[in-house]
């Protein structure tokens, strides 16, 4: 199993190589155990593919979670 950061960086290489939706699915394997550098790719990933609404919740988990830090 890859630890987040590992699952956050194949996001971005994927992201870079416009793969968005493999790219999705790992900022959100690790997005959702709260690793916060993959919920920020994922905020931006949604955004830059009009999810303003999906952004903005993610960008909510995001702020909460550094809250806690």
């Known amino acids: 199993m890859f630890p987040d950061?590992?699952?956050t960086g194949l996001g971005v290489l994927l992201h870079n190589s416009?793969?968005?939706g493999p790219a999705e699915r790992w900022?959100?394997?690790?997005?959702a155990t709260g690793y916060i550098d993959a919920m920020h790719n994922l905020v931006v990933l949604l955004?830059?593919?009009g999810r303003a609404?999906?952004?903005e919740a993610w960008h909510r988990k995001a702020s909460d979670a550094s809250d806690g830090a």
């Not at 900022?27 to 997005?31: D, G, I, T, V």
């Open 5 to 7: 950061q590992s699952r």
């Open 53 to 55: 609404a999906q952004a």
């Open 27 to 31: 900022y959100r394997r690790a997005a």
């Open 18 to 20: 416009g793969r968005i």
């Open 47 to 49: 955004q830059d593919t």
